[in-house]
């Protein structure tokens, strides 16, 4: 299969604080990566780093054969879509006219969205199932709501690699589970690469086909989650005590042990 966003040897700091070191993997077209990490790790700025907003002290990041540095930021988003963690207010634009910002990259800058680009934007919206969002202010709908349009917005954007940081953020638990069902869907069925930062090792096992585990800015594990998500790794992450219960032939899913003085 494909590859459709390399990075190799990555790193990256604040100055003199090292955030980043030493950070290589590879995400194939049509798979769905989960990066794991405890708060501070770094995963956000990976996902930065990825796309450019922030620029790697070392490494090279390469999207579809196409190393970013020989890239200018508006070339980049034809590759790589982001959907950030958080989002301020904008102008009172209705959903719609948010999504449909989605295709920017592609728009000269005369040129006004025109009807096929809206009808993209009515399309990631129902693949979503937030049609009826459509004609809202995007101002006033709830931060869940807010998640699913930025989400068709970066569907709009129709590019290869996907990133996603903290993707269920504000969702209620059964929009979770299905945001996260039609994101593994659309990344099968359209062949788009997703990077998703996320915080509950057990959607992760759920949802995600490979795993990074970052720790203190390095990666600690990485591979295919039935691999990678064992209750050694999971102690380790994120330093407590979890216990295993087996849901199928590909994962377990993990929940936290009796509290003890003792660490494992």
């Avoid at 990490?37 to 956000?44: P, Q, Y």
């Avoid at 129709?158 to 638990?173: K, Q, R, Y």
């Amino acid at each position: 299969m494909d590859v459709g966003l390399e990075c190799r040897s990555l790193c990256f700091a604040y100055g003199q604080s090292a955030v980043l070191s030493d950070i290589s993997f590879d995400v194939e077209q049509g798979k769905f990566c989960a990066i794991l990490g405890r708060n501070g790790s770094g995963k956000t700025t990976l996902l930065h780093c990825l796309n450019k907003i922030l620029v790697p002290d070392q490494g090279r990041i390469i999207v579809q054969n196409r190393d970013i540095t020989t890239l200018s930021q508006g070339e980049i988003a034809k590759h790589i879509s982001l959907v950030p963690q958080e989002h301020l207010d904008i102008f009172p634009f209705k959903v719609l006219d948010v999504v449909v910002m989605g295709r920017t990259p592609f728009l000269s800058l005369t040129r006004r969205p025109g009807p096929g680009d809206y009808e993209l934007a009515r399309d990631a919206l129902n693949a979503l199932n937030a049609g009826t969002l459509a004609h809202k202010n995007f101002n006033r709908i709830s931060g869940g709501e807010r998640r699913i349009a930025l989400l068709a917005r970066a569907l709009t954007q129709a590019a290869g690699v996907m990133l996603l940081d903290e993707p269920t953020n504000h969702l209620d638990f059964n929009n979770q589970f299905r945001l996260l069902s039609t994101i593994k869907s659309l990344c099968r069925e359209k062949g788009i690469s997703i990077v998703a930062s996320m915080h509950d090792p057990n959607l992760a096992s759920l949802f995600a086909d490979d795993v990074i585990m970052v720790k203190s800015g390095t990666i600690m594990a990485k591979g295919p989650v039935r691999k990678v998500m064992t209750q050694a790794h999971i102690n380790a992450l994120y330093e407590t005590r979890v216990s295993p219960v087996a849901l199928n032939n590909r994962t377990d899913l993990f929940f936290p042990a009796p509290f003890t003085k003792e660490m494992p």
